[in-house]
């Protein structure tokens, strides 16, 4: 272990006077430190660098390697001060090293000058906001925008956060504070432009898909890319595809690439246009059929009259539904009871609905309320995935399950309902799950 090792903020704080600052002034930040350094001839700096990476000075925008003021044949290699302040700092293989190439342990002082430019993002914000509050610097990436969700704390300091997210992240033209939560039909919030361009309508990648849309408008969640893929691995060509709260396309769009027929709808005209637009965008919009209704009427009109279309002829393909609008979509189950007249085959659609849970067990707690709506028992037919979890004691979960046909059908014959498999992934271990629910 390296020896001599000192507190990190006390040598890479910015200055006291920046405390408090609510609009950035970046000249402000400049500061003198002394770090240390080695005298190393120049010839051999390239063949150093290597093993002396683990304590060479790594700040943001500062080089490591300085020219010797007093012998030109040399060069200061800077180190952490963090971890060298003299020469028995360096460790046993360190100092085998540096005799190997004849370099002298004595430890210099260089004297070296710090800006803006050199502090990390935390630790602006760690010496401006008052001591002892949390300090946010994550933020969610959709395209150029970074979206943030600043605690009552952190708001008066907001449009200097705005500036200093944008100033280190590379990429990023516009920084928005969500002010409200997401509680209207159309699933998307209001925000505040923080800093930077005024400019919502932004272009993401995912799963190798490429979606546009106005962020401000829209519901898009970066987090969720690993449940999109997911969800569509368990499609096959020629599958048939219900998206009832579809968003801009990113369980619609893959699908249809998997050469999947899918109707997909959603409330918000805006999305609606965005889904078209991406279906177009992705060279899908053959296959994609798009609506823009409340879930319920699309369940009770394009979905049911579907259902009825292929109803005597779907050959080896399934019908999958799936329904993520987690806050409500389980209290649209209720929308399948009696759907459809009578039953002519043994092929029951496939629903994935997601909701929110904030029960100490939640996958029981989903398939119980799914349940409930239903009017049915889904005990050894159904499996329930952790999505992610949303804030603390609050997890988004999918529940996957054949309808049973006492549901769907107002004349049902007895059907042999599949048993939906476990699916190849280890539990998560902060789940606590009922044994009579399957994962």
């Given at each position: 272990?390296?020896k001599g090792k000192v507190e990190e ?230 599958d048939i595809v219900f998206d009832v ?195």
């Amino acid at each position: 272990m390296l020896k001599g090792k000192v507190e990190e903020e006390h040598v890479f704080m910015p200055p006291r006077h920046v405390h408090g600052m609510t609009e950035l002034k970046r000249d402000a930040f400049t500061k003198s430190i002394n770090v240390p350094a080695l005298k190393v001839k120049k010839e051999i700096i390239n063949r150093l660098m290597k093993p002396l990476k683990q304590i060479a000075l790594q700040r943001p925008g500062l080089k490591r390697v300085m020219e010797d003021p007093e012998d030109e044949n040399k060069r200061l290699i800077l180190l952490d001060p963090c971890q060298i302040s003299s020469a028995d700092s360096f460790d046993d293989s360190i100092k085998i090293v540096l005799g190997q190439f004849g370099v002298d342990l004595q430890v210099y002082t260089h004297n070296l000058e710090l800006t803006y430019e050199n502090f990390k993002t935390e630790e602006i914000l760690r010496a401006v906001l008052p001591e002892g509050q949390d300090v946010t610097s994550s933020f969610s990436r959709v395209g150029h925008i970074a979206h943030m969700n600043l605690r009552e704390h952190q708001l008066p300091y907001r449009y200097l956060v705005g500036q200093v997210i944008i100033d280190k992240n590379p990429g990023v033209t516009s920084v928005v504070n969500k002010t409200n939560i997401i509680d209207n039909a159309y699933r998307n919030f209001q925000m505040e432009l923080l800093a930077g361009e005024d400019n919502m309508i932004t272009k993401v990648k995912e799963n190798g898909f490429t979606y546009e849309f106005d962020f401000s408008k829209v519901y898009w969640n970066p987090r969720l890319g690993t449940e999109h893929n997911r969800v569509v691995a368990l499609l096959k060509a020629e599958d048939i595809v219900f998206d009832v709260f579809a968003g801009v396309g990113p369980f619609a769009i893959p699908a249809a690439k998997k050469n999947c027929a899918v109707l997909a709808n959603d409330l918000n005209p805006e999305s609606c246009k965005w889904l078209v637009h991406n279906c177009k965008l992705n060279k899908v919009d053959r296959r994609v059929k798009t609506f823009s209704l409340d879930g319920r009427d699309f369940i009770l009109g394009p979905l049911k009259d579907e259902l009825n279309k292929i109803s005597t002829d779907v050959g080896n393909s399934s019908v999958h539904i799936i329904m993520n609008l987690p806050a409500l979509a389980i209290d649209f189950l209720d929308a399948f009871k009696n759907l459809l007249d009578k039953a002519s085959n043994n092929n029951l659609p496939t629903v994935h609905c997601y909701g929110f849970s904030k029960d100490d067990n939640p996958a029981k707690d989903i398939k119980e309320k799914a349940e409930s709506v239903l009017g049915v028992s889904l005990e050894g037919h159904c499996c329930v995935h952790q999505v992610r979890n949303v804030a603390p004691n609050k997890e988004m979960m999918c529940i996957s399950f054949q309808l049973p046909a006492e549901v769907l059908y107002k004349e049902h014959s007895q059907f042999q309902v599949s048993v939906i498999p476990e699916e190849n992934e280890p539990k998560p271990k902060r789940i606590r799950t009922d044994p009579s629910v399957q994962e």
